[in-house]
């Protein structure tokens, strides 16, 4: 079993719509949760951390992390062509070694 | 705008020379990473380092690879000899001592060896 799954999609949604993005982990001990971004031939970009159970909103993004369930998801509200891109999921305990999964692939259709 | 940096950007070699790829970590993160991304395997990681000293190189053909810390802006990665299989994106990455460890990631050297 890997240690953090995502579904690789491709996920497809209109502008405007609000993109759902999905990771479980396997490690009970995981602390920190990462998402990032990552465009096509650029480096992966962090867009959001989350350390306790629940939601955190920055702007357009809401990650939320359910730890009791080992499940963290990223929702992109009022999606935007320029959203699209590949969104890996991290995970980490106390700075040790970083888990990531494979990336799921966006893509908004204006 | 602290950021990582990574050099060469770009690096074409052939076969059985020598690759050497640099990264300068963000200022006073002490904990540095190396990661290869390819479209098959995605992002794995070669080795990590804290406060200069190495962690973890599991990840790293040991025959060939060779990472290191000589100061604290300073990480290498050294590939000898280089074979076409290592054609990849090379990333480095940083971050600090808690609580938070978010990790940055530099801009990535693409190796093409032939």
């Known amino acids: 079993q890997k240690e953090v799954e995502q579904n690789s999609g491709p996920l497809s949604v209109p502008e405007g719509a609000i993109a759902s993005l999905n990771c479980t982990y396997s490690?009970?001990?995981?602390?920190?949760f990462f998402w990032y971004r990552q465009y096509s031939g650029k480096s992966p970009e962090l867009i959001m951390s989350?350390?306790?159970?629940g939601d955190k909103e920055d702007g357009r993004f809401t990650a939320q992390l359910n730890k009791a369930s080992q499940y963290v998801s990223l929702l992109i509200r009022d999606s935007q062509p320029s959203d699209s891109a590949t969104y890996l999921c991290?995970?980490?305990?106390?700075?040790?070694?970083?888990?990531f999964g494979t990336g799921t692939s966006l893509t908004v259709i204006p | 705008d602290a950021r990582v940096t990574q050099t060469p950007r770009h690096k074409v070699t052939e076969m059985g020379q020598e690759v050497t790829m640099r990264c300068q970590p963000i200022?006073?993160?002490?904990?540095v990473f190396w990661y290869r991304q390819t479209m098959m395997q995605g992002l794995e990681l070669l080795a990590y380092?804290?406060?200069?000293?190495?962690?973890?190189d599991s990840g790293m053909p040991k025959d060939r690879f060779s990472a290191e810390m000589p100061d604290a802006t300073l990480a290498t990665l050294k590939i000898q000899p280089s074979e076409p299989r290592d054609s990849a994106v090379y990333f480095c990455?940083?971050?600090?001592?808690?609580?938070?460890?978010?990790?940055?990631f530099g801009p990535g050297t693409r190796l093409t060896v032939t």
């Open positions: 991290a995970v980490n305990s106390f700075g040790n070694q970083f888990y």
């Open positions: 200022l006073g993160h002490n904990t």
């Open positions: 380092f804290r406060n200069r000293a190495p962690l973890d």
């Open positions: 990455a940083s971050n600090p001592e808690g609580p938070s460890y978010e990790q940055y």
């Open positions: 490690d009970r001990v995981s602390q920190s």
């Open positions: 989350i350390y306790s159970n």
